[in-house]
């Protein structure tokens, strides 16, 4: 029963008065009285419940309590008023995807637990990615939870002139009934008297296109039963007690379902295979699909295919995402204006990246800013969704954004600029490329001074560490320097990489380093040098390309240019790679020559480093020839010598090659049959790798090991190290030794 009527019933009953009684004295019909008291007539007219007051004889608090409930009851009458205000705009049928988001705002607006959540969801992402478009289908789908009304607001966030607060408060009172003479003139007032408008009923207000943290504060609900779903393309981070969803890209499956239900009534037939191409070069974002969606169902004889080609062309895509008055770039532009001068500099000339991601030290180089700087504009950039955050420090573009960067660059930035801060970037990923590649040459390490101007590596770890993440950028910078004909600077950084492939030996690049390295060399017309890269190219043939004839005839190369510039070095390292290509043919007896002759013009040299390598080969040449227990024994010298602080071998190359020496030897104990022996070292072997993160040879030391575990039947233990193996594989690329690793991992015996 409403609360205005039960009261007027108990002053009724406690003054002794029928409905009749009360009638006459006040002058309010019997009907008016009994709609009153059954809850019928709410928020009756004030000279009425003034009637009935001075009736019942009330006075002081109690007089003022009927009249206070009275009103509050009109005001709920005049909200109930359809008012055709805020209405939620139409939804859109071919909506498709987000199902789990969906799932995210139904499980919102069903907790009961208000207090915890304060009945706020925030939806955040960068523009384009369809979050109006969501919000508005979730205010559709869950209308039937909020039976006293769906309302819907734009903020204009975006825009030069967002709503005022005060206005946006005026027009959802207006939408919940509230007469323009009730609005309160203060905006503090008005905010209250919404909030308790939306306490006690089931009400969801749709905010879109949220400014700021000041703008939403004063609109969302205090508690109770109401709702909202606000979206903006800043994160709001100062916004508390609000359940957050960050809407991504869209998966290509839900992409092309997206695509093919814009489509389905075009009178052309166009394939799936090309739907599909087109979503994927959309990037995910809804609001590119709905350009070509569009673009195609208002010209029927277009070309699908055609439109993909178009699409395909960096130089056009943007150009191309654009329908009558929907153009992706003009999303992105919205964001764009947000920022300052400033930040729009460094988002513009980020553009020239090369990589799929990079740090804060590179943005601060682009952006000629200091590190604290360039931190500053990444957080406002990250906040306006312009800058998509990789997680431990990495940041990345969205492609279409990117090009949106690129066309700025290109638009606000003269050439001659351009030029001068790409070389810049190139100069300043080529000396640090150089000095993390240092730390893993025997005669280097850490630079006794580094530049000032580089991000400091002080460990073997982060130099390793920086090459991975930062490969595809000092990739990048390497070709631009080389395209430049800087061949001095190319050569120095390539060859810097040497001891460093090593331990990257799976990377796909290596090829492209060293290629670029002989080439250099070339240029420079340094026959030594070109040796020493052809060697290189031999090492990436014989290791990680498995592709042992080309390996031999860049060997073939470099014997002739160092034999003819005297170089006994190159020389001795084209016998070693020779002979590990010789190996893999099969053609043994040459491969032991060759390395013989290697190590010991290594050991001429006092290049210890680089004999040790040699006598793992000739192991390796004694176990391919079937005589495992020589093999054996000289892996066991080997790694006595690689344990002797006066070898003369480097500690990092030692700790390096004394875990592959280790398990070469439980490999030829376990071909002697000794398998307890073999396990054992292998199992070292394999926790020294683990270390070193020699991932090549540590998986073929796990299969190796999970073989001989399964011969002593001890096949729980078995399993895990083909699984884990089949895992060290996949990291590396070698898809078909995982999937023989985790089958034996699921049928070991």
């Known amino acids: 029963m409403p609360p205005f009527a039960e009261l007027l019933r108990r002053h009724r009953h406690a003054a002794r008065l029928t409905l009749e009684q009360l009638a006459e004295l006040s002058g309010v019909s019997g009907r008016t009285l009994s709609d009153m008291e059954r809850g019928r007539s709410r928020g009756p007219q004030h000279r009425t419940v003034t009637a009935l007051a001075d009736a019942l004889a009330l006075e002081g608090a109690d007089r003022k309590q009927l009249i206070e409930l009275a009103r509050d009851g009109r005001l709920r009458d005049h909200w109930k008023r359809p008012t055709g205000l805020c209405e939620l705009p139409r939804n859109i049928d071919d909506f498709a995807g987000r199902a789990a988001e969906l799932a995210w705002t139904k499980n919102l607006v069903r907790d009961e637990d208000s207090a915890a959540v304060a009945n706020v969801g925030l939806i955040t992402g960068p523009a384009g990615l369809g979050k109006t478009a969501f919000a508005i289908h979730a205010g559709h789908t869950l209308r039937p939870d909020f039976p006293d009304g769906v309302f819907f607001l734009d903020l204009f966030g975006m825009s030069s002139r967002p709503l005022p607060v005060e206005r946006a408060l005026a027009l959802l009172l207006r939408a919940l009934g509230v007469p323009d003479q009730q609005i309160p003139p203060d905006s503090a007032e008005c905010a209250s008297l919404y909030r308790?408008?939306?306490r006690d009923r089931r009400v969801l207000v749709v905010l879109d296109n949220t400014a700021s943290e000041e703008q939403i504060r004063p609109l969302l609900p205090g508690g109770g039963l109401g709702r909202a779903l606000v979206t903006s393309r800043r994160l709001l981070a100062g916004l508390e007690g609000v359940r957050r969803l960050n809407l991504g890209p869209l998966p290509l499956p839900d992409t092309t379902l997206l695509l093919t239900g814009i489509t389905r009534d075009r009178g052309a037939s166009d394939s799936d295979s090309v739907l599909t191409q087109l979503a994927q070069l959309c990037g995910g974002l809804p609001l590119a699909v709905r350009i070509i969606g569009n673009r195609l169902v208002s010209r029927p004889a277009w070309s699908a295919a055609e439109l993909v080609a178009r699409l395909a062309d960096d130089e056009r895509r943007l150009d191309q995402l654009k329908a009558g008055d929907l153009k992706i770039a003009n999303a992105f532009g919205m964001s764009y204006e947000q920022l300052a001068p400033s930040a729009r500099k460094v988002f513009r000339r980020l553009a020239l990246v090369t990589g799929h991601d990079f740090d804060a030290a590179l943005a601060a180089v682009v952006g000629e800013i200091s590190l604290e700087g360039a931190w500053d504009v990444l957080d406002e950039l990250i906040d306006l969704g312009l800058l998509q955050d990789g997680g431990a420090g990495r940041y990345r573009f969205h492609d279409l954004v990117r090009l949106f960067a690129r066309e700025r660059l290109k638009a606000e930035d003269p050439a001659a600029e351009r030029?001068?801060?790409?070389?810049?970037?190139?100069?300043?990923?080529?000396?640090?490329?150089?000095?993390?590649?240092?730390?893993?040459?025997?005669?280097?390490?850490?630079?006794?001074?580094?530049?000032?101007?580089?991000?400091?590596?002080?460990?073997?770890?982060?130099?390793?560490?920086?090459?991975?993440?930062?490969?595809?950028?000092?990739?990048?910078?390497l070709a631009t320097a080389a395209s430049d004909g800087r061949h001095s600077a190319v050569l120095d950084c390539v060859e810097s990489l040497d001891w460093f492939s090593d331990r990257w030996m799976h990377a796909p690049h290596w090829h492209e380093v060293f290629t670029l390295g002989v080439e250099a060399a070339a240029a420079l017309g340094d026959p030594v040098r070109q040796a020493g890269q052809l060697n290189l190219l031999a090492w990436v043939h014989l290791l990680p390309r498995d592709d042992p004839e080309t390996a031999l005839?860049?060997?073939?190369?470099?014997?002739?240019?160092?034999?003819?510039?005297?170089?006994?070095?190159?020389?001795?390292?084209?016998?070693?790679?020779?002979?590990?290509?010789?190996?893999r043919l099969g053609r043994l007896d040459e491969a032991t020559a060759s390395a013989t002759r290697a190590a010991e013009m290594f050991k001429a040299n006092g290049d210890f480093d680089a004999y040790c390598h040699c006598l793992g080969t000739l192991g390796t040449c004694l176990r391919d020839a079937g005589h495992h227990a020589e093999a054996l024994e000289r892996y066991l010298d080997l790694w006595a010598f690689l344990n002797d602080a006066g070898s003369g071998v480097t500690p990092s190359v030692a700790a390096f090659a004394r875990p592959i020496a280790l398990a070469r030897a439980g490999e030829c104990l376990g071909l002697l049959g000794r398998r307890p022996e073999a396990i054992t070292k292998l199992v070292e072997a394999i926790g020294l790798m683990e270390q070193a993160q020699s991932h090549?040879?540590?998986?073929?030391?796990?299969?190796?090991?999970g073989s001989l575990l399964a011969d002593e039947g001890r096949k729980d233990e078995s399993s895990r190290a083909y699984a884990r193996a089949a895992e060290v594989f996949e990291s590396v690329g070698d898809a078909d030794a995982s999937r023989r690793c985790h089958d034996l991992a699921s049928t070991a015996p």
Not at 554 to 579: F, P, Q
């Open 696 to 705: 090549v040879p540590q998986a073929h030391a796990l299969e190796t090991l």
């Open 419 to 477: 030029e001068a801060i790409e070389g810049t970037m190139t100069s300043w990923l080529l000396r640090m490329t150089t000095t993390a590649g240092r730390w893993f040459e025997p005669a280097y390490g850490h630079p006794d001074q580094p530049d000032a101007d580089l991000a400091d590596l002080s460990s073997p770890e982060e130099a390793d560490h920086w090459l991975r993440v930062n490969v595809d950028n000092w990739l990048g910078a």
């Open 196 to 198: 308790s408008l939306l």
């Open 553 to 583: 005839r860049y060997t073939t190369e470099a014997m002739d240019l160092a034999t003819r510039s005297g170089s006994t070095t190159e020389i001795a390292y084209a016998l070693h790679h020779a002979g590990g290509a010789l190996r």
